[in-house]
């Protein structure tokens, strides 16, 4: 019984452990007029930083 519980342990575990491994891709789209299209760039480089950070 004590096998039984220890195996299902390291089951369970194992599972957690795989599942956070997942990796996501987002893709946004922006239509920016031509007369702000250096603050966008320029917030997206902000971001971008903080984006990397997490």
Same mark, same amino acid.
């Given at each position: 019984?004590?096998?039984?519980?220890?195996? #299902? #342990?390291? #089951?369970?575990?194992? !599972?957690? !452990?795989?599942? =956070?491994?997942?990796?996501?891709?987002?893709?946004?789209?922006?239509?920016?007029?031509?007369?702000?299209? =250096?603050?966008?760039?320029?917030?997206?480089?902000?971001?971008?930083?903080?984006? =990397?950070?997490?």
């Amino acid at each position: 019984m004590k096998r039984s519980i220890c195996l #299902l #342990l390291i #089951l369970l575990i194992g !599972s957690f !452990s795989y599942a =956070q491994n997942e990796t996501y891709l987002i893709f946004e789209f922006m239509k920016v007029d031509n007369d702000q299209e =250096q603050f966008y760039y320029e917030t997206e480089e902000f971001w971008e930083k903080i984006h =990397q950070e997490r």
